[in-house]
C-alpha cells in the first residue's frame, strides 16, 4: 500500500459502455496526476490537478473525463472508448510547495483496463 | 522534445553484479527522478537528484547527474534477483509546473 489506492484494479468494458476509475490518496498531496501507460510507450500524461483545479489537459479526447471533488480523491470517467485505449491507467499525488517546485511522486498500483 | 530517454531498453546481468542504467534529455530541468516500476504495478519514486547536485546515494542506488551532457545515470550495486523491474527517468521542468515527463524505461532483469 502506496498511499495512493486505485479501483478497480481491473476493468473490461465494451465500446459503448460507461465507466469510472476511481483514485484516493491518504498522503495530505495537493496535486493529483492521471497517466496513461500502453505497451511499448513512455506514461504519457493525460490530467493534472493543482489543489483540486485542473492545470493541465494534455489532449486527451473528450472520451476520457477528469473529476476531482476534493484533494484527495480523483475519477476518471470513460464513455466510448476504443480498443486502441486498452492501457494501464496510473494515478499519481504529489507535494506542490508554495514556491511551485517538482517532488517525487507516489503512483497507485493502476487499472488495466481493457477495451472490447 | 522528448525527455528522459533511458539506454539500454533492456539489460540482464548476474545476481551479484552491478547495473547502470543511462538516461539523456534535452531542455533544462528542475530535477530528475527515478522510477522502478514492477510488471503490471504502479511506479515507485526511487531517487531525485536537483539540477545544482551532481551525485546522491540511497542504499544501494548511486545517481549522477551531468547537466552540462544532460544526462543521468543510476548504478545499482551487488543487485539482487528482487531488482528485476522496469526503471524509468523523469524529467521535471520550472516552466513545466509540477508535470513530470516519462522515457520508456529499461527493463532490467538479475539472474539468480
Known amino acids: 500500500e502506496t498511499g495512493v489506492t486505485q479501483t478497480p484494479r481491473h476493468l473490461v468494458m465494451g465500446m459503448t459502455n460507461k465507466k469510472s476509475l476511481k483514485c484516493e490518496q491518504h498522503l495530505g498531496h495537493n496535486a493529483m496526476y492521471w497517466y496513461k501507460q500502453s505497451a511499448k510507450k513512455p506514461l504519457e500524461l493525460m490530467f493534472v490537478?493543482?489543489?483540486?483545479?485542473?492545470?493541465e489537459n494534455n489532449s486527451v479526447p473528450s472520451r476520457f473525463s477528469p473529476e476531482c471533488p476534493n484533494s484527495s480523491h480523483l475519477f476518471l470517467h470513460l464513455h466510448t472508448l476504443q480498443p486502441e485505449d486498452s492501457a494501464l491507467y496510473l494515478c499519481?499525488?504529489?507535494?506542490?510547495?508554495?514556491?511551485?517546485?517538482?517532488?517525487?511522486?507516489?503512483f497507485g498500483s493502476g487499472t488495466r483496463l481493457t477495451v472490447v | 522534445s522528448q525527455q528522459g530517454e533511458e539506454d539500454p531498453q533492456a539489460l540482464s546481468i548476474q545476481e551479484g553484479e552491478n547495473a547502470t542504467m543511462n538516461c539523456s534529455y534535452k531542455?533544462?530541468?528542475?530535477?530528475l527522478q527515478w522510477y522502478r516500476q514492477n510488471s503490471g504495478r504502479g511506479l515507485v519514486h526511487l531517487i531525485l537528484i536537483r539540477s545544482n547536485e551532481r551525485e546522491k546515494h540511497s542504499g544501494r542506488l548511486r545517481v549522477t547527474l551531468d547537466t552540462s551532457k544532460k544526462s543521468s545515470s543510476l548504478l545499482i550495486t551487488a543487485s539482487r534477483a528482487a531488482d528485476t523491474a522496469s526503471y524509468f527517468c523523469?524529467?521535471?521542468?520550472?516552466?513545466?509546473?509540477?508535470?513530470?515527463?516519462f522515457g520508456e524505461g529499461t527493463q532490467l532483469t538479475v539472474n539468480p
Open positions: 490537478y493543482n489543489f483540486k483545479e485542473q492545470t
Open positions: 523523469a524529467t521535471g521542468k520550472e516552466t513545466s509546473g509540477s508535470r513530470l515527463t
Open positions: 531542455t533544462s530541468i528542475n530535477n
Open positions: 499519481a499525488s504529489s507535494q506542490v510547495g508554495s514556491a511551485g517546485g517538482i517532488n517525487g511522486y507516489t
